[in-house]
């Protein structure tokens, strides 16, 4: 993979992840974990090679088929991307409003990921009045909230102090429990539990 006409960030690359899988990936700063997850999240396309999303070549996907596996996948950003224009809550609906629940049938599972992410007294706060770490649970909420067949998660701990940290880390493998694929990027090598699978990347490559 290469971003434009720039140097190839990611290369040699083989790696399958199982369903049922919870792994960490971790290297150096640059290395290219963020960049591998978007191309596992289809936000990046590979220059060569073979990505296929759920037993499906992402390459030669029609528009439709795309969207549909992009519902699948529940996305933790490194710059979180709330809609500052719209409250906490709406944003932590926002999946459930796009698979078509109807808000009677989802606002109370949405209050309680808010409650269990610390956020149960800011439901109606805009993401611009929030602090670091706030935002960066309210990103994780809406990530896991219509229960993703894979969550891909970028640096989600790395706004909050270590026991919401492991708060956050217990929250994915309870996802992962009831059958969500886990991948997490991370520097914090502490959060990594010992069954957990670790992949490191290092120069664009996995070792
Ligand atoms: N949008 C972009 N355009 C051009 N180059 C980019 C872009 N994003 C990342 N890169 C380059 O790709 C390489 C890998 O970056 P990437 O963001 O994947 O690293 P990372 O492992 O996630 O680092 P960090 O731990 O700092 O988040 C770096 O050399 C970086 O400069
Ligand atoms: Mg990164």
């Known amino acids: 993979m290469r971003y434009g006409e720039g140097p190839e960030v990611l290369h040699d690359i083989d790696l399958t992840l199982a369903q049922g899988d919870f792994a960490f990936l971790t290297g150096p700063s640059g290395a290219g974990k963020s960049s591998l997850l978007k191309l596992m999240y ?30 699948r ?45 610390g956020l149960g007294d800011r439901l109606n706060s805009l993401p611009p009045t929030l602090s670091g770490g706030e935002k960066q649970r309210v ?9 993703p067949d894979l969550l891909i998660a970028d640096e989600p701990t790395g706004n909050v102090d270590p026991e919401m940290g492991a708060r956050l880390i217990r929250l994915f493998a309870e996802m992962n429990r009831i059958g969500t694929t886990v991948l997490i990027a991370t520097h914090d090598l502490d959060l990594i539990p010992a069954s957990a699978r670790h992949l490191i990347i290092q120069d664009g490559s996995l070792s």
Not at 139 to 147: L, Q
């Open 42 to 71: 289809l936000r990046e396309q590979a220059s060569r090679g073979l990505i296929s999303l759920f037993g499906q070549d992402t390459a030669v996907l029609p528009d439709a088929n795309r969207a549909l596996i992009r519902r």
């Open 73 to 117: 996948i529940g996305v933790v950003l490194q710059d979180f991307a709330l809609i500052d224009h719209l409250s906490v809550f709406e944003n932590v609906a926002l999946p459930l409003r796009i698979h078509g629940v109807r808000r009677a049938s989802y606002a109370e599972d949405v209050v309680e990921i808010l409650r269990w992410v």
């Open 139 to 147: 990103a994780i909420a809406r990530a896991v909230i219509a229960k």
